[in-house]
């Protein structure tokens, strides 16, 4: 008996994801991949945006695998909105879209990971587990063209996933406060977000952090 709550005690915690993706195969696919890693626990899928705002409302996943592109409409303007709908759900884009600017927007917007369709099975394992641990997730062969585009425009502020969280909640008008108690993060560690985002973006003020906000399509 000691043994097996030993063993309970040291098991991975379960990771919740949702797929989002308007293509049955690609998500057959996806979910066959993570079903062999116990870990993971699809709680979800959808076709579509609303569908996916749906299955996010109703699971708050620990991770949501999401297309830009949902039966024709972009997702990429929604991905602010799923964040705050379920701040702890970290997203990772998967997309067949390998221009750095979308990678750059998506992560700005508040996405955690990007990585393409291209990309071996091992790599969308391994970046789901990265992303759900808290970390952020570029796919290695984008990374450094998105790194040189940034250099070659002057654009080094690239928000990390809790900054953008952080930003757009600001936006949307609520507190220090209601912040923290929405990400579970103490008031001070929202005060430090706040200094970071305010030392990338020079947004000073609480005006300058929704302009800064709007200009990433963090509001509707």
């Given at each position: ?103 750059r ?8 990971g ?42 080094g ?8 969280s ?55």
């Amino acid at each position: 008996m000691d043994v097996d709550r030993a063993a309970s005690r040291e098991s991975p915690p379960q990771v919740s994801v949702v797929l989002a993706d308007d293509h049955l195969v690609v998500r057959a696919g996806m979910r066959l991949l993570l079903s062999q890693d116990p870990v993971f626990e699809i709680v979800a899928e959808s076709a579509t945006l609303a569908d996916t705002f749906t299955a996010v409302r109703r699971t708050h996943p620990s991770v949501l695998i999401l297309d830009l592109t949902l039966a024709g409409q972009s997702s990429l303007p929604s991905i602010p909105e799923l964040q705050a709908t379920s701040p702890l759900t970290k997203i990772l884009i998967l997309t067949m879209q390998e221009d750095p600017a979308f990678a750059r927007e998506a992560l700005r917007s508040g996405a955690a990971g990007y990585l393409l369709k291209e990309a071996a099975a091992e790599e969308l394992l391994a970046a789901t587990r990265q992303v759900a641990a808290g970390a952020s997730y570029v796919q290695p062969s984008l990374g450094a063209r998105l790194v040189a585009t940034d250099d070659a425009h002057g654009e080094g502020a690239i928000l990390t996933a809790r900054e953008a969280s952080v930003l757009t909640l600001l936006a949307h008008g609520h507190t220090n406060q209601e912040i923290a108690d929405r990400l579970h993060i103490s008031i001070r560690t929202v005060e430090t977000h706040r200094a970071r985002i305010r030392d990338k973006l020079g947004a000073a003020t609480r005006a300058d952090l929704i302009t800064a906000a709007r200009e990433r399509g963090m509001l509707a």
